[in-house]
């Protein structure tokens, strides 16, 4: 049975950290590409960061980029964001997703709607 739990969310203060954790089981996460995706109130759901399985290349959502890292550990079959220099408009609820086997691109590794499993999420507030 596909599990994914996220953890690691929390209040920050704006130019904060958190490192958000993606526990996956009844899959291996090197096996699937992997992203992370976020809903704020009133906001469409929002892709923000994939990888593929075996870590070939990472990609970032304009907004987020040069600011969130995404990895995997592979021992321990979980997916992390590190998020650092936090902004106010980073607060969402945030969500890890597996997508299904087979040849993901570069452009559709972005679409929220290629992915077969989201987790419960992990509330991220950012503010003063």
């Known amino acids: 049975q596909v599990q994914l739990v996220e953890s690691g969310g929390g209040l920050a203060q704006p130019g904060g950290s958190l490192r958000l954790s993606c526990a996956a089981s009844?899959?291996?996460?090197?096996?699937?590409?992997m992203s992370w995706a976020r809903q704020a109130p009133g906001k469409p759901f929002e892709w923000v960061s994939g990888?593929?399985?075996?870590?070939?290349?990472?990609y970032y959502a304009d907004s987020v980029k040069g600011r969130f890292t995404i990895s995997r550990d592979n021992a321990k079959n979980t997916v992390y964001l590190q998020m650092n220099s936090l902004k106010p408009e980073d607060t969402a609820r945030y969500y890890c997703?597996?997508?299904?086997?087979?040849?993901?691109?570069?452009?559709?590794?972005?679409?929220?709607?290629?992915?077969?499993?989201w987790g419960q999420g992990t509330q991220v507030t950012v503010s003063s």
């Open positions: 997703g597996k997508a299904p086997p087979g040849p993901i691109t570069s452009a559709t590794i972005r679409s929220v709607t290629l992915y077969e499993r």
């Open positions: 009844g899959f291996t996460v090197s096996s699937y590409a």
């Open positions: 990888i593929y399985g075996d870590g070939r290349d990472t």
